[in-house]
């Protein structure tokens, strides 16, 4: 019979360096999961990347056990990196901080696409260009499937 769900937590942490430590101990340790647990298994499925925030959901059954899905990190981050900018801009429909090529939002959109609501590469990367005009970042160059970007 399947573990009756007690309750989900979603949390960001860097990979590979999950500790007890605000956010992660009072998140769990306000739900009774075992924190170290949780963390020793979080560092061994994200050593892999180290240092990169990822998305965490957990969860938590009525026994205390939990389970847990790490998911991509966040379009946003990858556009900080990818445009070399330490931060999005406080006007981004008037001073803009950088840009990106739609390479670079195809990139993005093939690593995000398992936690994307969308069905096609197309929409994936029109998601990804909205997140990096929203940041203001100008996306240079024409789509890959023509017309306006």
Request: net charge positive; hydrophobic share 40%; proline share 9%.
């Amino acid at each position: 019979m399947a573990k009756e769900i007690e309750t989900f937590i979603k949390l960001q942490v860097k990979g590979g360096q999950a500790n007890p430590a605000p956010p992660v101990g009072p998140a769990l340790g306000s739900k009774g999961v075992n924190i170290m647990e949780f963390c020793k298994r979080f560092n061994a499925k994200t050593q892999d990347t180290p240092g990169k925030l990822l998305p965490v959901v957990i969860t938590v059954f009525k026994d205390k056990s939990f389970d847990f899905v790490v998911k991509t990190p966040p379009a946003a981050i990858q556009l900080l990196e990818l445009s070399k900018v330490a931060k999005g801009s406080p006007e981004p429909n008037r001073k803009k901080v950088g840009s990106v090529d739609w390479n670079q939002i195809e990139e993005i959109a093939k690593i995000k696409m398992p936690d994307l609501n969308a069905f096609s590469l197309e929409s994936a990367m029109k998601m990804v260009a909205g997140t990096a005009r929203s940041m203001g970042l100008t996306v240079s160059g024409t789509p890959p499937w023509g017309g306006e970007n």
